[in-house]
Nanobody
């Protein structure tokens, strides 16, 4: 049984930090690259960062130098450390397989996400 549970979101002032966690149950997640995605109303879900099964990260330009993605040694938890947060980072954040075609091919399963709100 596969399960994705995101946590760690909240309300933070601009310039603040949050650490998101994703508990990923299921061997498919530990074997493959994982990503953090975010979604705002009226927009498509967008990739924020990804990490390979070996731990190599990549980031979209807008979060480089501010966000850090990582996964634990058991590869069951994926983290997203977010620093220097900006109002435009406000979104619901999800973790899932990377790239997205893997999500589609496995039934388009998503967790509930975690809301991040950056506002003064």
């Amino acid at each position: 049984q596969v399960q994705l549970v995101e946590s760690g979101g909240g309300l933070v002032q601009p310039g603040g930090s949050l650490r998101l966690s994703c508990a990923a149950s299921g061997s498919i997640f530990s074997r493959n690259s994982m990503g953090w995605y975010r979604h705002t109303p009226g927009n498509q879900r967008e990739l924020v960062a990804s990490v390979t099964s070996g731990g190599t990260p990549t980031y979209v330009e807008s979060v480089k130098g501010r966000f850090t993605i990582s996964r634990d040694s058991a590869k069951t938890t994926i983290y997203l450390q977010m620093n220097s947060l900006k109002p435009e980072d406000t979104a619901v954040y999800y973790c899932n397989l990377f790239p997205l075609w893997r999500v589609t091919n496995t039934g388009d399963f998503w967790g509930q996400g975690t809301q991040v709100t950056v506002s003064s």
